[in-house]
């Protein structure tokens, strides 16, 4: 198998990637099994899909009805991450060598912050939350493919039934939260990451108020432009919660704040011990992903 580019002016090829003795069980298990294992996989199903605008391509006129957007992989979202001059990534998945998940972290959060600064300076981006989407999906890509590291769940979360009332608090569904955490082992395969994850909900939640109420996020210019390390999201953890105590009092979000004491407070050794790319790439992903946890339509909703 040949991967190459060519240059429609002056028809040069440039090879990229030669790949020898591929057997059709691999070929089908890499573009067929892993892609409908991805598709089908719960966190896609039945969490991260939503309502979208869409335009149509000849006029560019917006479509009167939404459409529902449901994950569908396909290979080319795993290249979307790495360099394009670089095809060691397709070697790496045809011939079943390990990949590094420290890379991916990298990749992954370079990517959302080049995409991030093209939003702000308003020349054409892709969206944010397809961004991590496309992330989540290309772990469980490579986690089917045995390709990364997984590691024994350290954790159990446990659902509590008892008071619903309490889990549904306000505009926040933490029963959400703990079925997203469950279907998705692959992802939070350690505990911290839940806590990274729940603290960018918590944040994005602070910045809904703020677009609500001040048509804008000043708590934004705290986020580092995702650069993020330990020191940095315990510092935004206690900025966070003094912004909503004073946005909506002393016990808003209370389920929320109660489930981050055990996935985030109890484990900052853990979280001291990451690199600064997985913890800012947790950290956006919750952002990213607070509007799966919403029990209403929630006051300031992010747009994409």
């Not at 300076?121 to 969206?127: D, F, I, K, L, R």
């Amino acid at each position: 198998m040949i991967f190459f580019t060519k240059n429609l002016t002056t028809g040069a090829i440039r090879l990229k990637s030669h790949i020898e003795e591929v057997f059709p069980s691999r070929f089908n298990k890499i573009f067929v099994e892993a892609r409908e294992a991805v598709d089908n996989h719960p966190t896609f199903l039945n969490h991260l899909r939503f309502e979208e605008t869409k335009y149509e391509k000849e006029t560019g006129t917006k479509k009167e009805k939404k459409e529902i957007f449901t994950q569908k992989f396909r290979f080319g979202k795993l290249l979307q991450f790495f360099d394009k001059e670089d095809y060691s990534i397709i070697q790496s998945v045809f011939d079943g060598n390990t990949i590094d998940k420290a890379t991916l972290y990298n990749n992954f959060i370079e990517y959302y912050r080049e995409n991030y600064r093209k939003k702000l300076e308003g020349s054409g981006y892709q969206s944010l939350r397809k961004t991590i989407i496309d992330a989540i999906s290309v772990i469980n890509y490579l986690a089917y493919l045995k390709l990364i590291s997984i590691e024994p769940l350290n954790y159990e979360v446990i659902m509590d039934s008892e008071n619903e009332s309490v889990k549904k608090e306000g505009k926040f569904d933490l029963e959400k939260l703990q079925t997203f955490v469950k279907d998705n082992p692959e992802f939070f395969d350690q505990k911290y990451k839940v806590g990274i994850f729940c603290l960018g909900v918590l944040v994005q939640m602070v910045m809904n108020i703020q677009q609500a109420n001040l048509k804008n996020t000043p708590f934004e210019k705290k986020l580092k432009g995702f650069h993020l390390s330990a020191k940095d999201v315990e510092t935004v953890y206690v900025e966070a919660l003094a912004k909503l105590q004073q946005y909506q009092g002393n016990y808003a979000y209370g389920t929320l704040r109660k489930f981050m004491t055990e996935y985030f407070n109890l484990e900052m050794p853990a979280i001291k011990k990451a690199s600064t790319a997985e913890i800012s790439f947790y950290f956006v992903t919750g952002m990213e992903s607070q509007f799966v946890f919403k029990t209403l339509t929630q006051t300031g909703e992010d747009h994409e």
